[in-house]
């Protein structure tokens, strides 16, 4: 065999094993631009990934920046910090990564498998040796399929995408959620703390009416037990508060002295209209990023389906080529010969004729397929039950704020009226007036509710995970007030 022709049979396995490498997986920040394009849609928000020191440095002094900016931390600014700061969502960027390294990997074709073999070493009359045999092993089958693996890496990577689009979605509507519970809170302890002067005052009178003789001690008890409960429930509340400003500074990946920061006394007013989502169930089967995820997986279920299929009958075929080299000693000369070598190899389907793996595949297939419609449904469902959540709840708070407690602080100045006039008693007043602090926190857990459901509409359009059923409305719910916030 020429030189030529042996270096080309040489070469054969090393060129089908080249790397076709793809620039787009290789890169540090691979998937991410779309990854931040689909959130800062939904949240208009921004989003980083942290991947070095500097990086790390540069969000932490932005945080610090935000913190900095109001005396009292509002809800886009607690979203926008949680975007940036929240550790969690940082290691699902890291997937993401992970998922494109994964991809990165399948553009590049297994290694060949390179042998060398010396064989008559030692024979005094041939010096040190007197054959070497060469070899590459290539797996065959691995060109055969390396375009249906990329196919599926690449839609994996796309599904890692989404994932990471859906846990930013999830990040931002947790916080949303945990500042408006938070806020709420600490209002309703504020509520409460008015309650209690009143309580205490009620308490004081009985006392001094009961050193007169004016007052029996069982009346005196009602007075004194309803101020001990009351205290109760403030403290619970106050408690109640600060587990709920806890949770919003874990959302925000906060602590030290980052994490003093304080919220506002009191939820936002109801706004003037609520917001016409006709086309809600649309707009969630058409931006709804589970959704896609769903899509997708169906997809690289069926490109892995069509890959067992193809490699139904050979599941591993290499291909050997080599070389075996002999020096000889003929009429006192030494010389070499040379001839080439090549070998086939693969498994015969004798046993496992690959049956059970395409009903592993079709049965992969068809699971796919029902949970992808099974999304659809649960997702118009979801858009649905969203809006009709706040609609449903505006119409409550605005009737506690516009009918309840107007009501109750008419039925307060008329008791105050017949008090001054000597037609009711004083404790028949400081119910009157406890009556109306309870209306009052009923409103402020209906504008609660409503916040909420607001914070949910753009999770059922966008995807990112529903919070749970509303807290129960409590007479209790939250922590301290004062001036400024907490």
């Not at 030189?3 to 920040?29: I, N, R, W």
């Amino acid at each position: 065999m020429t030189g030529k022709k042996l270096a080309a049979l040489l070469a054969l396995p090393l060129f089908l094993g080249g790397c076709v490498s793809s620039a787009e997986y290789a890169k540090k920040d691979a998937g991410f631009t779309a990854v931040s394009a689909k959130t800062s849609a939904a949240t208009s928000k921004q989003t980083i990934w942290v991947q070095n020191q500097q990086q790390a440095q540069a969000t932490s002094a932005q945080v610090k920046s935000l913190l900095a900016r109001k005396k009292s931390l509002d809800v886009e600014t607690a979203v926008q910090i949680a975007l940036r700061n929240n550790k969690g969502l940082q290691a699902a960027y890291a997937d993401l990564g992970d998922s494109a390294a994964d991809a990165w990997q399948s553009t590049m074709l297994l290694n060949p498998t390179v042998s060398v073999g010396f064989s008559g070493i030692g024979a005094p009359e041939l010096e040190a040796f007197r054959t070497i045999e060469g070899a590459i092993t290539t797996n065959i089958l691995a060109l055969l399929t390396k375009k249906r693996d990329i196919e599926i890496a690449d839609t994996r990577f796309r599904q890692a995408q989404l994932n990471a689009a859906v846990r930013t979605l999830q990040v931002a509507a947790d916080t949303r959620r945990a500042w408006i519970n938070s806020v709420a809170a600490w209002e309703n302890v504020g509520q409460l703390q008015q309650a209690q002067a009143a309580a205490d005052a009620a308490s004081e009178l009985a006392e001094k009416l009961g050193e007169t003789g004016a007052m029996t001690k069982g009346s005196q008890a009602r007075e004194h037990v309803f101020v001990a409960e009351l205290a109760g429930e403030t403290a619970k509340a106050r408690l109640t508060a600060r587990l709920a400003k806890e949770e919003l500074t874990r959302l925000m990946g906060l602590w030290g002295s980052d994490a003093e920061f304080q919220v506002p006394n009191s939820l936002p007013p109801l706004p003037k209209a609520i917001a016409k989502r006709d086309t809600i169930e649309a707009d969630a089967l058409r931006d709804r990023i589970d959704l896609q995820v769903a899509r997708l997986e169906l997809e690289a279920t069926a490109r892995s389906y069509g890959l067992t299929e193809a490699t139904r009958y050979v599941t591993d075929l290499e291909i050997l080529t080599g070389f075996e080299s002999e020096r000889e000693v003929e009429d006192g000369k030494k010389k070499w010969e040379t001839t080439a070598a090549g070998e086939l190899e693969f498994a015969i389907p004798i046993f496992d004729t690959g049956k059970a793996r395409m009903r592993k595949a079709e049965v992969a297939y068809m699971r796919a397929a029902n949970q992808l419609a099974e999304k659809a449904v649960n997702v118009r469902s979801e858009a649905r039950s969203a809006y009709e959540a706040y609609r449903s709840n505006y119409d409550i708070a605005r009737h506690y704020r516009n009918n309840v407690v107007p009501l109750r602080s008419k039925v307060e100045e008329e008791s105050l009226l017949t008090y001054n006039g000597m037609i009711t008693n004083t404790f028949e007043l400081l119910t009157d007036t406890r009556d109306k602090i309870n209306s009052i926190l009923l409103s402020v857990n209906a504008r609660r509710d409503f916040w909420l459901a607001d914070a949910n509409l753009a999770p059922a359009v966008y995807g990112g995970g529903s919070s749970t059923a509303p807290a129960e409305t409590e007479v209790a719910s939250s922590s301290e007030s004062s001036g400024g916030g907490h």
